[in-house]
């Protein structure tokens, strides 16, 4: 479902203004939420040193605070439901796809603003950047597989 092309087989202008700093947001966010998940720190802790480490003037600030703690906040309900979903156990995921599944998951939940096939492809293109070589299939499966249950009135539309 990636969505690597336009119509026209062009590779995809750049994105601008709010798309390019949401993206920007949530590359940041499962960065910092693949630290949580490894490093133990505190979520205080890593929002500061990654908003002290990178320039946040092209970062969607507000929308990189609510992914990670939201996510945090709500880690028991957006693990169960990627966990049904799953050809292993949650902890036996490679750690990025966990990041990566979580952030998606808590956006299909929390924020039906952003429609479900974003979600899904900008979950892909994360792990195409930061996951192992075969990652981005995994994830797209996963979440291809979660979205109807999250999202059944949109998805039906397809």
């Known amino acids: 479902m990636s969505l690597n092309r336009d119509d026209d087989g062009q590779a995809p202008k750049p994105a601008k203004g709010k798309i390019a700093t949401r993206k920007a947001a949530r590359s940041l966010a499962m960065q910092a939420l693949y630290q949580w998940h490894m490093a133990g720190q505190s979520l205080n802790e890593i929002e500061a040193q990654f908003r002290v480490d990178n320039d946040f003037n092209h970062v969607d600030g507000v929308y990189f605070h609510e992914l990670l703690t939201g996510v945090a906040r709500q880690r028991t309900e957006v693990d169960g439901a990627i966990t049904p979903h799953l050809d292993r156990a949650l902890d036996e995921l490679d750690p990025v796809e966990l990041a990566i599944l979580r952030l998606s998951t808590y956006e299909l939940m929390q924020r039906i603003d952003v429609p479900?096939?974003?979600?899904?492809?900008?979950?892909?293109?994360?792990?195409?950047?930061?996951?192992?070589?075969?990652?981005?299939?995994?994830?797209?499966?996963?979440?291809?597989?979660?979205?109807?249950?999250?999202?059944?009135?949109?998805?039906?539309k397809r």
Not at 136 to 153: E, M, Q, T, W
């Open 116 to 156: 479900y096939r974003v979600v899904i492809n900008e979950g892909i293109e994360l792990a195409k950047v930061f996951g192992a070589t075969e990652s981005h299939k995994f994830v797209n499966g996963v979440l291809d597989k979660l979205a109807p249950s999250l999202r059944s009135a949109e998805t039906r």
